[in-house]
C-alpha cells in the first residue's frame, strides 16, 4: 500500500507539471488578449464640410461651411468654422426697380461637447461664436447695372451665435457623418436696400468629417499565458 500510494502521488506531480508546461496553443492558433492599461488621451483632428437649409425672415436660405477642429478625448471639439448663406428674400425694391435677396458670411470660434463619445452615435452641442458681413443683391445676375448699383450701403457688417444640436455617426477610424438642427442669433444690421435687418432664424443640416479621431491610441495584444 505504500509503494501504491507513493506512485500515485508521482503520477499526481507529473500531471500537474504538464498543465503549467502546456503549450498556450489550441488548433493551432495562439491566444491573447488585447487591452489598455494606460488611461491616456486620445487625439483627433479633422476638416468637415456642411450644407442646411433654413430661413431668414420667413424666407428660404441656402447654406455652406467648412471647418477645422481639434478634438480632445473623443469627447470636445475646438476649432474655427466659417459659413456662407443665401436668403431668397424676392423683395422688390421700386428705387432700383428689381428683386432684392440676401447673401453673406461668417466665420469664428467653433466649441463643441461630445456625449456618448465610446458609441457608434454620439450627441453633441455645437455652438459657433463668429462675425461677418451681410449684404443686399440684385436675383438677377445678368443685370447690366450690378456693379453701379451695389455699393458700400448695401453691406453691413454682423455678429452672430449659433448653438445646435447634432447626431454623430463614426463610420470608421477616419471618416464621421452628422445631422443636426441651429438656430442663428444674429445682431442688427442696416441695409437701405432691404426690410431685413437681422439674419436670425433656424437651419437643419447634413455634414461629413474627414481625418483622424483617434490618434495616441494605446491598445495592444498580450499572449495569454
Not at 468654422?81 to 421700386?94: E, I, K, V
Not at 445676375?141 to 454682423?158: G, P, Q, R, S, W
Not at 438656430?183 to 436670425?200: E, L, Q
Amino acid at each position: 500500500m505504500k509503494y501504491q500510494s507513493l506512485v500515485v502521488g508521482l503520477l499526481l506531480c507529473i500531471a500537474v507539471q504538464q498543465s503549467y508546461t502546456q503549450d498556450p496553443t489550441e488548433n493551432g492558433k495562439e491566444e491573447y488578449m488585447e487591452f489598455n492599461d494606460r488611461k491616456n488621451v486620445v487625439h483627433g483632428v479633422y476638416l468637415g464640410l456642411t450644407t442646411a437649409y433654413g430661413e431668414i425672415d420667413g424666407q428660404d436660405t441656402y447654406q455652406g461651411g467648412l471647418k477645422l477642429a481639434y478634438v480632445a478625448n473623443q469627447q470636445f471639439e475646438v476649432g474655427f468654422a466659417g459659413s456662407f448663406f443665401y436668403s431668397d428674400q424676392d423683395r422688390f425694391n421700386p428705387d432700383l426697380s428689381r428683386k432684392e435677396d440676401l447673401f453673406g458670411a461668417y466665420m469664428g470660434l467653433h466649441l463643441e461637447p461630445i456625449l456618448f463619445s465610446k458609441r457608434k452615435v454620439n450627441l453633441s452641442f455645437p455652438i459657433l461664436i463668429a462675425a461677418g458681413a451681410v449684404g443686399a443683391i440684385g436675383d438677377d445676375f445678368n443685370d447690366d447695372d450690378f456693379e453701379e448699383d451695389f455699393d458700400e450701403n448695401d453691406v453691413d457688417a454682423l455678429f452672430v451665435l449659433e448653438p445646435g444640436i447634432s447626431a454623430l455617426f463614426n463610420i470608421s477610424r477616419y471618416l464621421q457623418l452628422e445631422a443636426g438642427v441651429k438656430y442663428r442669433f444674429s445682431s442688427n444690421f442696416d441695409i437701405a436696400t432691404t426690410p431685413v435687418n437681422r439674419i436670425s432664424g433656424f437651419s437643419a443640416g447634413l455634414g461629413v468629417k474627414v481625418g483622424v479621431f483617434n490618434l495616441g491610441r494605446n491598445r495592444y495584444k498580450k499572449n495569454v499565458q
